[in-house]
């Protein structure tokens, strides 16, 4: 069946460096959302994306689908301690997929 | 505060048993979405509910049943547990059964199999 993967898996960063996780499919995808679950929590609704070369931003957050709609990237300025957390891409057909997320640990 | 309930919290049972957990959606909301997420995993689509139907179902065996009521809320029953059952089940609800809409997920069970 259709797959996302996401990369990297994990990622470790100071406080205050940048963050991005890529997702990336083998075919096109009619949109994108992107969550986020922290440690203990569930998945928490961030962005939906669906034109291609779609660009969104939220704060620190730059979310971008690719032109051929078969990638995707969240990009995070400046980490903070409450960023950290696993981000996944989700594709939507006739059910929702989770990608295989990024672990993003903030290093204070 | 998404809205989005389920009970119990967590749970343990034995091989072989069978178990309920029960989901209660985001008022207004008429699609409830089951998942299942392994330790280290991303959530899989177990089935969803919409109006009180089966509206799709991932790659999982007949032993998961699940039920929606009138009020939307739902269920989620496994029959003869097995190991790999073990995990965090979580529920989430939406507006409508649309692949564009947008899931508001409830804080999970945690089914423990022993």
């Known amino acids: 069946g259709q797959q996302v993967m996401q990369i990297p898996q994990y990622q470790h960063v100071q406080e205050g460096e940048d963050f991005t996780t890529y997702c990336n499919s083998s075919?096109?995808?009619?949109?994108i959302q992107w969550y986020k679950q922290r440690p203990g929590g569930h998945p928490v609704f961030l962005i939906q994306?669906?034109?291609?070369?779609e660009v969104k931003k939220q704060k620190r957050l730059t979310f971008q689908f690719g032109e051929a709609k078969k990638n995707s990237s969240l990009h995070i300025t400046a980490t903070q301690t409450t960023d950290v957390g696993t981000y996944f891409c989700?594709?939507?057909?006739?059910?929702?997929?989770f990608g295989t997320g990024t672990s993003l640990t903030v290093i204070p | 505060e998404t809205g989005v309930t389920q009970s119990p919290t967590h749970l343990i049972k034995t091989r072989g048993q069978q178990v309920t957990l029960r989901c209660s959606s985001q008022?207004?909301?008429?699609?409830v979405s089951w998942y299942q997420q392994a330790l280290g995993q991303g959530p899989q689509f177990i089935f969803q509910?919409?109006?009180?139907?089966?509206?799709g179902r991932g790659n999982f065996p007949p032993r998961f049943s699940g039920l929606q009521f009138p009020n939307y809320s739902s269920e989620l029953n496994v029959n003869a547990l097995e190991l790999d059952d073990s995990a965090l089940y979580l529920c989430?609800?939406?507006?409508?059964?649309?692949?564009?809409?947008?899931?508001?997920f409830g804080p999970g069970t945690r089914l423990t199999v022993l």
């Open positions: 989430a609800s939406s507006f409508a059964s649309v692949s564009t809409d947008t899931q508001y």
């Open positions: 075919t096109t995808l009619s949109n």
């Open positions: 994306l669906v034109k291609s070369g």
């Open positions: 989700v594709y939507t057909g006739n059910q929702f997929y």
């Open positions: 008022s207004g909301h008429n699609t």
């Open positions: 509910y919409y109006r009180e139907e089966e509206n």
